[in-house]
């Protein structure tokens, strides 16, 4: 009698446990801060496509401008 534990876990289950779930934790962080990272990289580079978008946008107008002088002269 009193030989024979059930149900009952291991000291060093639950310390290779905890190990894993710190493991887990730091790279959920680490994660985290990489989303970060790429939003911070995808607002900059969107915020350069608009500088790009209205660069495109006047040049067109500038050749639309060069080509009725072209016109005009000719």
């Given at each position: ?6 149900g ?67």
């Open positions: 009698i009193g030989t024979t534990l059930t009952v876990a291991l000291s060093s289950d639950l310390t290779s446990n905890a190990s894993r779930v710190r493991s887990l934790e730091i790279s959920v962080t680490t994660n985290a801060s990489d989303i970060t990272a790429l939003e911070t990289d995808m607002t900059s580079k969107a915020s350069r496509v608009t500088s790009l978008e209205t660069n495109v946008t006047t040049k067109e107008t500038g050749i639309a401008a060069l080509a009725t002088t072209i016109l005009m002269a000719g």
